[in-house]
């Protein structure tokens, strides 16, 4: 390691030491469900070190679901922009490559909106405007009216070869979307890991723990779901697998995917290292898990995984990818605040889908069910 | 001082007036639009009234005609004609016409390029036949042999790299045998068997990787003899299908250049037009059309509204007014040559705010003040204007910042002829004035003298400045008002006196400045006693902070300005430096060869090492010492809408 890199290491990780310091305690979510409406929420947030500095509206207490939703969805990305001033051209490349990820989700939306005409493309519009996107001509993507003309969009950028055969096949034959948007999360951890791989020692086994972890366990659920939902066969399960491997080699995800049936296959997997996901808190015999609380499950995985990258001590871009990747979390919690309190959904309830888990265990007293692990 | 007076200004008249009006304000460059809202609010009750009815454009239909008309240029390979090559005259063509055209162009090219992809294909699918047939011959197998199997089934296709890694992965927990042909590219073509039976999972499998599979039985149906050489010249004909539809772009454009450019015009210019009037109104044909103008160039506006709009109607309001509206005006500077050579030195700093006094007449002459006395020395000082010169000429230096250092050397060497130094040597000139190396004390009188009047000045601006904004006892009682300025005189009277008189500070000047601290400490007290309630009361701890900072900062900012005397001391030491180790480096074999590369080294370091620190050292003095008691900036640039895009001026 070079001198350099030592001090943009240890820069970066101070940074994201203190950026991890403002995130919402969990004092701050039990406040937030206490609340009553979106406006308040906004309100709310506002004060906080966490977001008020994005939330620059006069009167936030007046601000819509979907507006709040766009700022606080962009913040990790606007976060993630300074600290690539810290670093060489090779962190901040994995850095960017992180941020890239968002720009697939905007790929996905305006997917979305052209085969089932969900979703708004001003929204996306205000999306790109604050976070300017990278992996495709955003002005020609945005404007896209054809799968051809998102195709047209990329040309250029390295996921022009990733999408190009999945979009012809659905223009030529139909079928859902369900298969470029897996080519692009591959695309997305390949990449990722593929840069991570040049980092040494423990900040190449920062980014590997991250992102592997992401990897497996969204290979776990891909075959747990294509299993017992979608009844596919195993082979197609199996295909539809990213090709990472980090703790689950193809091996052990061939086991789950041609188990004789799905009792069979949650068996095995809660016998895996994220076995725990799978666990209820009726014990090993009850044979499945709820979908939202497998969801939010795995969720508190990664979340754990990103903390204990804090726990560890060591410096580098992997803390900082460690950090975004609880804020990014963190988003997702105060969207489901945000649906809870919108809804006037059963607070108590809805504090069990928390992924901060002491948020959530703050409220655990009162739980009825909790998972295992906790 | 120099920021021009701006004003709002309306045209509100029929769409082919407003049109040609906005082709002249883009001509003229002198107009800024604004968003409708900015000009409607109290506007005369019939527009204002109406303003429910009044459609604004989001978007500027020309975008997408020049997006387009850019795909042709982008598809032929040709460099898109620049906006200056066009005539700048009211747009001649109608909107439908250049969409009509525009579209016609596009849609030839969108033609020749579909053409050219389904040809692709069908070249990529004749490759891998061929490829297919060649890793036969090599297992001595026939085609018709081994596409007419009874039970196994082949399919031959295409894959990334990665996913043929899986399929490789698949094969091993599956009935499948995976073979790779060619791999190029990041893409394998691969051969893989099964069994019929199996081949429906297969097929599952193969949409999983993506595997574009070519369909043998097609390519080789009824293929006879000659296979191979037939492919071949297949796939020639499709090689030469494929140029001639790369290359229809590039002839088309060859072909018709001059109306395509003309096109290109026609749209560019409507383009422009409508970048004006994007985000304006329209209410029943009637278009409006708000922006800001610079007050002196009024009288062209409406000399060419009478010309080219006899029924549009020209509404103005001036910018005081528009200011007491809560609008904030953008700023536009007006100097002469060398104030405005020192506008970036300011700008760098922050832009004067709309209203506000503009420094840059007083920056450019205290900053040749400043550069010059601590840098005084006629030889650096033609070098570095040399210098900034050169690099400017060769584009190294932005042609603004190297005015500045070249007015910044030239003012070097005219201190240079005061202080008597050329190179550091003050021996070949005689001292106009005095020697840093011998007047120490004068120059230290010197600089605290400027000090003190140069933080008078900028008092004296900032009380200008309050009076101009109506806070009269701010102007008088606070710490940078007119009792700050008597007190910061009585000081320094005082100060003087002490340190050149034997008696000590005599005491009725003790007694004002005591008097004068009292009046400042209190001023909030005094304003509203006189003035009535004041703004926003800051709170009595923290007014008498600013109150011990302002005065402090007296004395800090002007032991500041010693630094004036101690630069021009250490630019003379730094030069002696210099001589003394070349005289030292003479006495050694080839002394003279080594004295020089001292002297040489040693100048190019005086000039570019310690012209840096200078420069910094004068920028410190401008933006802390002087900008801190009069100059708050935070303005925004006037951008007037030209043909060419944004102007930032």
Redo the contacts between chains.
Sequence with gaps: MSFLAAGERAAVTAKARVYRGRLLAPSDYLRLLELETVGEIAAYLAKTEAYGPYITEPSPETMHRGDLEAIITSVPLLEEIPFCRYLGPERSALLRAWGERFDVDVIKRVLRIITTGMGSRENLRRRVASVPITVADGEKLLAAGSLRDVLESLRGYPLYDILAEPLKRIEKEGGTLFRPKMAMDAFFLTRILSKGKKLSGSEGRGVRQIFGTRADLINMYWIYRSRRFFSLTPEEALGLTLPVRYRLNFDTLSSFAFAPDVPSMVKLLRESPYGEAFRTSGGNEVPEVGEMALEHNLYRILWRTASAIFRSGSAGVHAVLAYLTLRELEVKDLFTIIEDVRYHYDRKKAREFLIHPAAASFAGKEREVEPSWL | MAVVEMMGMSLIGPRQEIEALAAELLTLGNFEPVPLEFALERRPASLSSGGARISTFQKNPYDELL?KLNYVWKEAGAVFPAERTCSRDTPSLSREECSRQVLDVAQKIDIWKKRAEVLEEEREKLMAAGAFLDALASADRDVEETLMTRYLSITFGRL?A??Y??LE??A???PLLVYPVVAEK?YVLAIVFCSRDYLE?AE??F????L?EYRLTDLFEGAGTNLRERLRERQLDSERAIRALQEAPRNYLGRRRKDLERLYCAVHSLQRVYALCQKRGEMSGIFVLSGVIPAPTLDRVADQVERLGPNTLLLTEKGTELEKRGRQLPTLLKNNFLARTFQEIVALYSLPSYGETDPSPLVALSFCLFFGFMFGDVGHGFLLAAGAWWLARKGILKKAFASVIRIAGVSAMVFGFLYGSVFGSEEILPSLWTSPMHGISDLIQTSLFVGVAFLSMGIAINILALKREGRTGKMLFDGEGVAGLLFYWTAALTAAIAFTSDGGAPKPLLAVLGLLFLVILFSSVLERLLFGPQEKDEGGVVHTFTVFHDLLSFLSNTASFVRLAAFALNHAGLSAAVFMLSDMVHSLPGGALFRAAVLLLGNIVIVGLEGLIVFIQTLRLEYYEFFSKFYHGGGRPFAPVTWNGKKQD
């Design positions: 997006e990334s990665e996913n890694k899986k992965e698949m091993a927990v599956t990041g999972e599952k499998i949409r999983t990787v993506y574009k």
